[in-house]
């Protein structure tokens, strides 16, 4: 990169002045202000009133080196302000000789020349906070260089990238980066500029060059990338810990920021065993953690349903003297829904009414899903009109919960008595509702009541979004309306409205069960061109749809690839594999991929070894099925039902119908309900051996 060479070391070139000095020798003395304050110009030519006090100028620098006297800047400014073009162009500072400069240009300059650079600073901080004058405080930096007036260019560099990353003017922010050789100061004022308006990518590789250009990086910035990621609803687990392995690795302290932000995005990651380490620390060196950061911890342990664990921690606010307010109680009370703690939940909301905190709409939104959850239809309605006393008005979000409820435990007859009650609270049906809606009669292949909802919807004037369609073109395919499915994608986009990484998961698993591989290569590149990358779910469907159709070399491949751009496979990626080795008895192959998923660092999931076990049994191969049963044994994962199942097959396929009563009935003893399959296998065995006996 060409910058601009560095200030000479003179104040001034090799030109010859005194004449021109001595003729107007009466203008060298800076012009003082008796008056307490200044006005500063801004571009649109109106005035602000300027004026720090003497302590507040000497705080960027010695005190003793800052004149005890004010300087009028304003002729200085409504100059730039007037020649505010000449000074924005991309002409080097000494393209234009000083003897070229007009009469006016030298008489300010010499007039300032005496001011000292923290003077300078403040000035520049003062406009920049105002949008409106970054093109003149642009124009006063550019002229004090070329003037040489003050030369902590560097810090005057960094102000402006700081104003125009708050103003977003990023591009602005990196043209002017270039005019000068970028120093730590600068990098800094250019990542922050980066992550206050979310682009990572940028950061990141600065961030990467500064380390390329020795430069250690600082926790600020780190701090600003966390605080972005979490702002964004951007923030990974594995990306936050990278994050940390780089902030290891830069040997920095992390101070008490730093550890919040790592807290707070861990928690929000949903990896709160990480969040609580991160906790303790902060706690270990005696720092307080903030409320909102403990709201955070205990709302991610309420959805990883450690209720439990977010009650300590509730109670720790409390102690530490911190007084816990809605937002705490109601993130306990989401932990208690979650888990089905009825009566938890009512206790907590009791608890904060008597400590003077009145329910919210989040508080009486939460309450209804919990009765609703219990199916307790008419405690849900009595806090319905609760909150009409309370004067909090129900809105379609309460709504949407209990239909929810009615959707997860099967009553999808009921989301018209929703419908019915909703618009006799006079609340009126929002886009998220109707999405609840569609993926109520979607997941129970009402798929022409969803299909209504959906036009009724846009009649309504509600225009469906990338959820909407989402979820109908998802509920079409799963029917096996793969036809209407994607005339609905065509339709989306006919709309207007672009599709996202999942809707393209949808269509890919769509086109890979019809086999259409070549539509699903071009479903990729589109995917690409818009910008969108693959995600873990893209590859976990494409090693599916591959490993399902016996392309097991394509399904590799897709794992390799998945690897190489940084992603980290996930269990459910290796069970597609092993299921779909399975169904085809290709045990050897389902084993080495189970030693593969345990050499990425995986832990695997009964999912994974029931396949396992159902590869074995598919190959004939008994004895291997039960040690995987041993396996899962000594590493306490408790079997269920489909494990037994599963084993049970395999004997019947290697026709030791003796065993199968014994397997049947240790899995009676190990807790499992037997379903109707299971039932199945110990009746085909017991048909089998009653035949025997009497041939």
């Known amino acids: 990169m060409l910058l601009l060479p560095s200030p000479p070391p003179t104040r001034f070139p090799s030109y010859n002045f005194s004449s021109l000095v001595l003729r107007y020798h009466r203008i060298i003395q800076p012009p003082l202000l008796a008056a307490t304050s200044s006005a500063v110009f801004t571009t649109s030519g109106e005035a602000t009133q300027y004026s720090k006090p003497q302590s507040e100028y000497s705080s960027s620098g010695d005190p003793n080196s800052v004149p005890n006297r004010r300087y009028d800047f304003t002729p200085l400014l ?104 970028l120093t730590p100061l600068t990098y800094n004022a250019l990542i922050g500029a980066c992550a206050r308006n979310d682009d990572l990518e940028k950061a990141l590789n600065l961030m990467s060059r500064m380390r390329a250009d020795g430069y250690p990086s600082d926790f600020v910035n780190y701090s600003f990338i966390i605080q972005s990621l979490t702002r964004t609803n951007r923030i990974d687990s594995s990306m936050l810990q990278k994050i940390y392995e780089e ?79 809605t937002k705490a109680y109601n ?155 994607e005339e609905l994608f065509e339709a989306m986009q006919e709309s207007g409205c672009s599709p996202c990484t999942t809707t393209y998961n949808i269509m890919i698993n769509s086109f890979g069960e019809q086999e259409r591989w070549e539509d699903v290569k071009t479903l990729l590149g589109k995917m690409k061109s818009q910008g969108l990358l693959p995600n873990v779910v893209t590859y976990t469907t494409l090693v599916d749809i591959y490993g399902q159709s016996g392309r097991f070399n394509d ?49 695997p999931s009964l999912l994974v070894l029931n396949s396992l ?17 041993q396996y899962m044994k000594e590493n306490d994962l408790k079997p269920d039902v489909v494990t037994y199942t599963t084993l049970m097959k395999a004997l019947i396929r290697v026709e030791k119908f003796d065993k199968v009563p014994a397997v049947y009935e240790e899995m009676i003893l190990s807790g499992c309900t037997p379903d109707r399959k299971a039932r199945g296998m110990l009746r085909s065995a017991l048909r089998y051996m009653k035949h025997t006996l009497k041939s």
């Open 331 to 485: 993130a306990l009370l989401k932990g208690y829904v979650k888990t089905g703690s009825l009566k938890d939940a009512e206790f907590i909301v009791s608890e904060m009414e008597k400590n003077g905190f009145s329910p919210d709409e989040h508080t009486y939104s939460l309450l209804i899903d919990a009765y609703a959850n219990a199916g307790r239809w008419e405690s849900a309605r009595i806090v319905l009109k609760e909150m009409e006393a309370s004067d909090v008005r129900p809105n379609s979000y309460v709504f949407s919960r209990i239909l929810a409820s009615y959707r997860d435990r099967g009553e999808w007859q009921k989301s018209f008595q929703v419908l019915r009650e909703m618009k006799n609270c006079g609340v009126s049906p929002d886009r998220h509702f109707y999405n609840v809606m569609i993926d109520t009669f979607g997941k129970y292949n009402c798929l022409d009541h969803a299909l209504a909802t959906f036009d009724r919807m846009r009649m309504e004037g509600i225009q469906p979004d990338v959820v909407t369609w989402n979820t109908l073109i998802d509920c079409h395919c799963k029917s096996g309306h793969h036809n209407k499915a």
């Open 247 to 325: 902030i290891e690795s830069d040997k920095i302290e992390l101070d008490g920021h730093l550890l919040n932000d790592m807290t707070v995005g861990f928690a929000k990651s949903g990896d709160v065993n990480r969040a609580l380490y991160f906790l303790a620390r902060a706690q270990g060196n005696g720092l307080s953690p903030k409320t909102a950061t403990l709201v955070t911890v205990i709302t991610a342990l309420g959805n990883a349903g450690r209720t439990t664990e977010a009650e300590a921690i509730f109670e720790e606010l409390k102690e530490g003297g911190l007084t816990p307010r």
């Open 613 to 629: 076990i159902n590869a074995f049994g598919e190959d004939r191969r008994d004895a291997e099925a039960f040690s995987v049963l």
């Open 555 to 603: 399904a590799i491949e897709c794992l390799e690839v998945m690897k190489s751009a940084g992603l980290k496979p996930s269990s459910t990626m290796y069970n597609a594999l092993i299921n779909a080795y399975a169904q085809r008895g290709l045990s050897e192959q389902a084993i080495n991929a189970f030693r593969v998923m345990r050499a990425d660092g995986l832990k």
């Open 78 to 181: 409504r100059f730039l302000s007037s020649s505010e073009s000449d000074y924005d162009s991309d002409v080097e500072v000494e393209s234009a000789p000083l003897t070229s400069l007009e009469l006016t240009e030298f008489q300010l300059a010499e007039s300032y020349r005496a001011v000292p650079a923290p003077l300078w600073h403040s000035l520049l901080k003062s406009m920049c906070s105002d949008s409106a004058s970054i093109g003149t405080a642009y124009s006063l930096v550019t002229w004090l260089q070329r003037h040489n007036l003050c030369f902590s260019y560097e810090l005057l560099y960094s102000i402006l990238i700081h104003a125009l990353g708050r103003s977003e003017k990023l591009y602005e922010a990196f043209l002017l980066s270039q005019r000068q050789t």
